[in-house]
């Protein structure tokens, strides 16, 4: 571990536990907290993915069940795809269910709402994403129970192994569409399993994530894992911080 990692871990974890020094919020605050972050998550996780809705349009299409002129019905149904997979998501981290393909085949399921002939499989084809080529249908499978049988071992810090999981499930690649949004759920529940708060890799932070992607791609021939365990680690202190002035 860099002392750079080191140094945000550390931060992470001392706000964690200042966190856990505070008052529960009222129960008005923590919904009005809660339906905010469900809005916010769901905006910028499909804006990452080149969905056209704004962030007013999003909550719009969600407490009005409306749908926006001019935009198209697959972006309406990635929305609503996304909120059914994201409240899946926030109930297996309160269960501290432990996932397994069957979940993560689930979450697919719920969010590809509109490719239902395929939501919830694995893909049966090869594919090129800008240029690199990611696991070979053939093993999927078998990738796919390595990874879930993963654990983090007694000489890695749970946010190090957290983000290197993601990493893994985002090489793996295993259905044809939706990965970045599934995987990014699931980088959420493991990190409220193991006591941290869920984090939102919001538009901005797009070219960050991408970039620690490509560093594990190690199309350098140099693959590495530190850029996205910095970012995942970042994004839980500005998370920490959201909730310690609420």
Same mark, same amino acid.
């Given at each position: 571990?860099?002392?750079?990692?080191?140094?945000?871990?550390?931060?992470?974890?001392?706000?964690?536990?200042?966190?856990?020094?505070?008052?529960?919020?009222?129960?008005?605050?923590?919904?009005?907290?809660?339906?905010?972050?469900?809005?916010?998550?769901?905006?910028?996780?499909?804006?990452?993915?080149?969905?056209?809705?704004?962030?007013?349009?999003?909550?719009?299409?969600?407490?009005?069940? &409306?749908? +926006?002129?001019? *935009?198209? =019905?697959?972006?309406?149904? !990635?929305?609503? @795809?996304?909120?059914?997979?994201? #409240?899946?998501?926030?109930?297996?981290?309160?269960?501290?269910?432990?996932?397994?393909?069957?979940?993560?085949?689930?979450?697919?399921?719920?969010?590809?709402?509109?490719?239902?002939?395929?939501?919830?499989?694995?893909?049966?084809?090869?594919?090129?994403?800008?240029?690199?080529?990611?696991?070979?249908? &053939?093993? +999927?499978?078998? *990738?796919? =129970?390595?990874?879930?049988? !993963?654990?983090? @071992?007694?000489?890695?810090?749970? #946010?190090?192994?957290?983000?290197?999981?993601?990493?893994?499930?985002?090489?793996?690649?295993?259905?044809?569409?939706?990965?970045?949004?599934?995987?990014?759920?699931?980088?959420?529940?493991?990190?409220?399993?193991?006591?941290?708060?869920?984090?939102?890799?919001?538009?901005?932070?797009?070219?960050?994530?991408?970039?620690?992607?490509?560093?594990?791609?190690?199309?350098?021939?140099?693959?590495?894992?530190?850029?996205?365990?910095? #970012?995942?680690?970042?994004?839980?202190?500005?998370?920490?911080?959201?909730?310690?002035?609420?």
């Amino acid at each position: 571990m860099s002392e750079e990692l080191d140094v945000l871990i550390r931060e992470a974890d001392k706000k964690k536990a200042e966190l856990g020094l505070k008052p529960e919020l009222a129960p008005d605050a923590q919904e009005a907290f809660q339906e905010r972050f469900l809005y916010d998550s769901i905006y910028h996780n499909n804006a990452i993915e080149g969905n056209s809705l704004s962030r007013e349009e999003v909550q719009q299409v969600l407490l009005h069940n &409306e749908v +926006v002129a001019g *935009k198209p =019905l697959s972006d309406h149904l !990635s929305i609503v @795809g996304y909120r059914d997979a994201f #409240l899946l998501a926030q109930r297996l981290a309160e269960t501290r269910t432990r996932i397994s393909e069957h979940e993560i085949k689930k979450l697919h399921y719920k969010m590809l709402i509109d490719q239902q002939d395929v939501s919830g499989e694995y893909r049966s084809y090869n594919l090129m994403i800008h240029g690199h080529r990611p696991t070979s249908y &053939e093993k +999927v499978p078998y *990738k796919m =129970l390595q990874l879930v049988e !993963s654990s983090c @071992g007694e000489d890695q810090h749970p #946010l190090e192994w957290v983000a290197f999981y993601h990493l893994r499930f985002e090489k793996i690649h295993p259905f044809g569409d939706g990965n970045g949004r599934v995987g990014r759920l699931l980088l959420n529940i493991l990190l409220e399993q193991n006591g941290y708060p869920p984090i939102i890799v919001k538009a901005e932070d797009k070219q960050r994530y991408y970039e620690g992607l490509q560093a594990y791609d190690g199309l350098d021939g140099n693959p590495r894992v530190e850029p996205m365990q910095l #970012l995942v680690a970042e994004l839980v202190c500005r998370q920490l911080d959201e909730l310690l002035v609420l």
